[in-house]
Structure formats: C-alpha cells, structure tokens
C-alpha cells in the first residue's frame, strides 16, 4: 500500500483511532494528497488536515501540498500577503 498514492476526500473522522492508524497504513506522511471535493456541500477544508493531533508539522504540510508539487513535479512559488 505504501506504493500508491491517496487522496484525502472524504476523510471520515468519527473513529480518531482508526482514522491514525490507517494514516499510519497507508504512510500519509509522503503519499496522501489533500483534496476538497469543494463545491460539494460536504467538502474538506485543509484545516481538517491541519488540525490532527497525530500528525507532525512536516507531514501537515506535506499532505496539504509539498508531496504533490514533488509528484507532478511542479515549482513552489512563495505566497504573496
């Protein structure tokens, strides 16, 4: 399973336990991908991803961006304020 990549929509976060340990399954760290659903009325939104306490900092900002702009190899640019 750690080969593959994944995408985050829906994450079903009734069962914290369950939804830590197929994070930990699946290595989310470097192959899970944030995605909305957005327009949907039941989308995410990155604070979700944000706001586990099981994931390291690193890893948040993996899964919100850094592992698919190394995966479709697209350039960082820095955000304007």
Not at 33 to 52: C, E, M, N, Q, T
């Amino acid at each position: 399973m750690r080969g593959f990549y994944y995408t985050s929509q829906p994450m079903e976060a009734t069962n914290m336990r369950l939804l830590e340990a197929t994070l930990e399954a699946i290595h989310a760290e470097t192959q899970l991908l944030f995605s909305s659903d957005w327009p949907r009325w039941d989308f995410d939104v990155p604070g979700k991803i944000a706001g586990l306490p099981f994931l390291s900092e690193p890893a948040k900002r993996n899964i919100l961006g850094e592992t698919a702009s190394k995966l479709f190899r697209l350039e960082a640019r820095p955000v304007r304020s």
